[in-house]
């Protein structure tokens, strides 16, 4: 093959690094429940019958590598995919 029709690498050097991210369980359930609609973290810790502290720590890497972002609506941190790519894989399985 040509290197002029190859993926260029650094593109493939972050989509790698964000399936990575992305390939634990937990962070896959909690991109699925964001997808179908954004949520705080008590609602997804209940949802994954998961300790908050643990929910929050998948959250903070995913928020860390920029997949997902938040926001304050009240007294609430309200989390939503932020990364397009990310955001069309969850919706292939979770539409």
Excluded: T
Excluded at 5 to 31: D, F, N, S, T
Excluded at 57 to 65: D, N, P, R, T, V
């Amino acid at each position: 093959m040509e290197n002029n029709i190859c993926c260029p690498e650094e593109q493939i050097k972050e989509l790698a690094e964000k399936l990575k991210v992305c390939g634990h369980p937990i962070r896959l359930k909690i991109l699925c429940l964001i997808y179908r609609e954004d949520a705080c973290v008590m609602e997804l810790w209940k949802c994954l019958n998961q300790p908050q502290p643990v929910v929050s720590q998948h959250l903070a890497i995913l928020k860390e590598k920029g997949i997902v972002s938040s926001e304050i609506q009240g007294n609430k941190r309200i989390y939503s995919i932020e990364d397009d790519f990310i955001a069309k894989m969850v919706q292939s399985f979770a539409g």
